[in-house]
């Protein structure tokens, strides 16, 4: 089974209006972390956001905020007054806790976002 | 400061050909890894390493393999290469251990390999 599943291979969005990207989840590890990552076209992956599994709040960033439903294993990323800077791939991650091991991250397959003037 | 840089950031190789891929890590950060991103694709992991020693390999064959210097930065090497093996390779660092949960990694620009 998928680990993270994003559904939406390209979404479109106009300038200044919110957008979201979804992303669920499949673990059965109390302890994980869920990361966002933009990938323009230079290929270069930019840490947007984070969220603990333990976290009681939604994290926030700036303009970046993350929609976290536990219950439901999704962490959707909520973009307001999207720009033409935002057009890139997105990738949800995950990264899962346990007692030892490296801290692989998981990727999904990504959502294309075009921000329209 | 200076983000993850990676070298040569294009590369051409044929089959059965070796290559190796090279990463400096941020100042500070002693967690390198290493992820193979095929075209339309996200990333898959396949290899990290702190302290020097190897801490995690993801599913790739042995052909692959990687180590890290002393001043922590690292390469991967590619033996007996493959046109599947065609990709986007990505280093990245990150600050934490090598279990840490928490801490973001940071990628670099990664290096684009093309096998013909």
């Known amino acids: 089974a998928q680990k993270i599943t994003q559904t939406q291979p390209g979404m479109f969005v106009q300038e200044k209006e919110a957008v979201t990207l979804d992303c669920t989840y499949d673990?059965?590890?109390?302890?994980?972390?869920l990361f966002w990552y933009k990938q323009p076209s230079s290929g270069e992956m930019i840490f947007l956001i984070y969220?603990?599994?333990?976290?009681?709040q939604n994290a926030t960033e700036g303009r970046y905020s993350l929609n976290f439903q536990k219950a439901r294993k999704s962490a959707n990323l909520v973009i307001s007054a999207s720009q033409l800077g935002d057009s890139a791939m997105y990738f949800c991650a995950m990264r899962e806790g346990g007692d030892t091991g490296p801290r692989a991250l998981t990727f999904g397959s990504g959502t294309r976002l075009q921000v329209q003037p | 400061d200076a983000g993850v840089t990676q070298s040569p950031t294009h590369l051409i190789k044929t089959r059965g050909q070796q290559v190796t891929l090279r990463c400096s890590p941020i100042?500070?950060?002693?967690?390198v890894s290493w992820y193979q991103q095929v075209l339309g694709q996200g990333p898959q992991f396949i290899f990290q390493y702190y302290e020097k020693e190897e801490r995690g390999r993801g599913n790739f064959p042995d052909r692959f393999s990687a180590r890290q210097f002393p001043n922590y930065s690292s390469e991967l090497n590619v033996n007996a290469l493959l046109l599947g093996d065609s990709a986007l390779y990505l280093c990245?660092?990150?600050?934490?251990?090598?279990?840490?949960?928490?801490?973001?990694?940071?990628f670099g620009n990664g290096t684009r390999l093309t096998v013909t």
């Open positions: 100042s500070g950060h002693k967690s």
């Open positions: 969220q603990g599994s333990y976290d009681q």
């Open positions: 990245a660092s990150s600050s934490g251990g090598p279990t840490g949960l928490i801490s973001p990694l940071h």
């Open positions: 673990t059965s590890d109390p302890s994980y972390g």
